[in-house]
């Protein structure tokens, strides 16, 4: 007579495939929430960083605008006008501080979301006699009339996933500013 071992039949007893199944199940399906959370918060890091960028974008394209103040409303009128270099830059970094809310150093205040001191890596201002044929600044944009190019860098911390995108992100903005300047900042 033929004997069957226990083991075997335990191992292929439907109640045991059933068992089986529902793991495989139970696993997978735990596998998928993470990686559904995961993908979630990296989103919401990426959409916080593009944000931030955003506010630095604007907060450097106002600063400008202050810097661009021209010193004869009456020039003003006519759109092209000379800046005094000194009071341009100082005026840009007064506002700069202003908008990103940062001390005199460019230190971001206590609470806030910028981690290192900002620092202005380039910044020229382009009078009428400044400007020739073919200008274009240090990143290559072209130079036709009075403005400002700027270049600010500074280090902003990231929400989520600091295993996988690192707890800080690090920020460059370039921008040209002149007094027709549109407000396409993306
Ligand atoms: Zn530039």
């Known amino acids: 007579m033929l004997r069957i071992r226990s083991w075997f039949t335990d191992r292929w007893h439907p109640c045991r495939k059933n068992t089986n199944r529902g793991s495989v199940i139970l696993i997978s399906g735990s596998m998928i929430a ?6 979630c918060i990296a ?3 990426l959409r916080y960083l593009y944000s931030v960028k955003r506010v630095g974008d ?3 394209v106002a600063a400008g605008l202050a810097a661009l103040r021209s010193e004869s409303t009456e020039d003003l009128a006519y759109g ?3 800046l005094s270099k000194p009071a341009a830059i100082a005026a840009f970094k007064s506002s700069l501080q202003e908008n990103l809310k940062l001390d005199s150093s ?4 206590s609470n806030h979301y910028i981690t290192t001191p900002v620092t202005i890596e380039e910044i020229s201002v382009y009078n009428p006699e400044d ?3 073919g200008l274009t600044c240090s990143c290559g944009t072209a130079i036709r009339r009075t403005s400002i190019h700027v270049v600010i860098s500074y280090r902003v911390r990231i929400p989520g996933l600091h295993g996988l995108l690192g707890k800080e992100s690090r920020l460059r903005i370039h921008k040209d500013v002149d007094n027709h300047y549109s407000l396409n900042i993306a």
């Open 131 to 133: 400007i020739t044929s």
């Open 58 to 60: 604007i907060a450097v």
């Open 80 to 82: 092209e006008y000379t």
């Open 43 to 45: 989103f919401i890091s």
């Open 34 to 39: 993470v990686i559904i959370t995961l993908i």
């Open 106 to 109: 460019l230190y971001p205040l």
